[in-house]
């Protein structure tokens, strides 16, 4: 199982970034998948979940209505359009394979992450 993930940077508040997340080595469509992130010294924080046809979408209250979780089943890809950026979401971001209980456990496969900085 690989997990890819892209398109973190810089940006100002009020900014918009779209995360990508190649996945690889295991049947894509079987999969919830989820994004979740880490602050600098702070915990793990579920962001989104998505169904394996991506009918059905979850989030965090903190980023409701700023974020879209989406996937591409043929590309084996999920992303995550972010608008309306904060500093708070200032984080290093991943995407997980399974539903939010399975993505913040402590099992499974990790990516390397995409670091989002919000920052005037």
């Known amino acids: 199982v690989r997990l890819v993930e892209s398109g973190g940077g810089l940006v100002q508040p009020g900014g918009s970034l779209r995360l990508s997340c190649k996945a690889s080595g295991f049947t894509f469509t079987d999969y919830f998948m989820t994004w979740v992130r880490q602050a600098p010294g702070k915990g793990l924080e579920w962001v989104s979940t998505?169904?394996?046809?991506?009918?059905?979408?979850f989030y965090a209250d903190s980023v409701q209505g700023r974020f879209t979780i989406s996937r591409d089943n043929g590309k084996d890809t999920v992303y995550l359009q972010m608008n309306n950026l904060k500093s708070e979401d200032t984080a290093l971001y991943y995407c997980r394979q399974g539903a939010r209980r399975d993505a913040m456990a402590n099992y499974g496969y990790w990516g390397q992450g995409t670091q989002v900085t919000v920052s005037s």
């Open positions: 998505l169904s394996t046809m991506g009918k059905n979408t």
